[in-house]
T-cell receptor, first 110, second 112 residues
Framework: QKEVEQDPGPLSVPEGAIVSLNCTYS??????FMWYRQYSRKGPELLMY????GNKEDGRFTAQVDKSSKYISLFIRDSQPSDSATYLC??????????FGTGTRLAVRP | ETGVTQSPTHLIKTRGQQVTLRCSSQ?????VSWYQQALGQGPQFIFQ???????GRGNFPPRFSGLHFPNYSSELNVNALELDDSALYLC???????????FGSGTRLTVV
């Protein structure tokens, strides 16, 4: 079993839709939770960073962490074609190494 | 614009050769990590440096090695290249955990 599971998609939604991206994990040692966005032929770009259970909001993005269920989510409101990218969840234990999911490819149709 | 720059952007090497990839991170970012990202996969941790010392290593063989210099530049060296080493190699740096990690655009290595 992988430490981090993420649905690879692809996920295709119309412009303006609410997008839900999810990861599950098995290692309780993970303490820090991140979401990265990666455009084609580019490096990952940090979107959200959190370390506690609950919700964290930044503009159209909301990160949700449920440590008891070992489940994290990223919600994108009012999705735009420019949001089309691969979204990676990344988890970190105290050792500073990031463990990534496989990434979910998102396409937002105009 | 990202504060982490990597060179070269693309590289083609022959199996058995050696390659050096370079990274320049932001001033004050004392933690630098290298990741390998195969096509359609998430990045896999290779190793990490805090200042000039390696302080963490993933499941990669010793032919993957690195250096980190006081001027915030880093190198990833891979010896005896194999076809499976073809991937996007990413450098990431961090000042501290609160800010997260900033990634470069990567070097795409193709081994033929």
């Amino acid at each position: 079993q992988k430490e981090v599971e993420q649905d690879p998609g692809p996920l295709s939604v119309p412009e303006g839709a609410i997008v839900s991206l999810n990861c599950t994990y098995s290692n309780s040692a993970f303490q820090y939770f991140m979401w990265y966005r990666q455009y084609s032929r580019k490096g990952p770009e940090l979107l959200m960073y959190t370390y506690s259970s609950g919700n964290k909001e930044d503009g159209r993005f909301t990160a949700q962490v449920d440590k008891s269920s070992k489940y994290i989510s990223l919600f994108i409101r009012d999705s735009q074609p420019s949001d089309s990218a691969t979204y990676l969840c990344a988890l970190e234990s105290s050792g500073d190494k990031l463990t990534f999911g496989t990434g979910t490819r998102l396409a937002v149709r105009p | 614009e990202t504060g982490v720059t990597q060179s070269p952007t693309h590289l083609i090497k022959t199996r058995g050769q050696q390659v050096t990839l370079r990274c320049s991170s932001q001033s004050g970012h004392n933690t630098v990590s290298w990741y390998q990202q195969a096509l359609g996969q998430g990045p896999q941790f290779i190793f990490q440096y805090y200042r000039e010392e390696e302080n963490g290593r993933g499941n990669f063989p010793p032919r993957f090695s690195g250096l980190h210099f006081p001027n915030y530049s880093s190198e990833l060296n891979v010896n005896a290249l194999e076809l499976d080493d073809s991937a996007l190699y990413l450098c990431a740096s961090s000042r501290d955990r609160v800010e997260g990690y900033t990634f470069g655009s990567g070097t795409r290595l193709t081994v033929v």
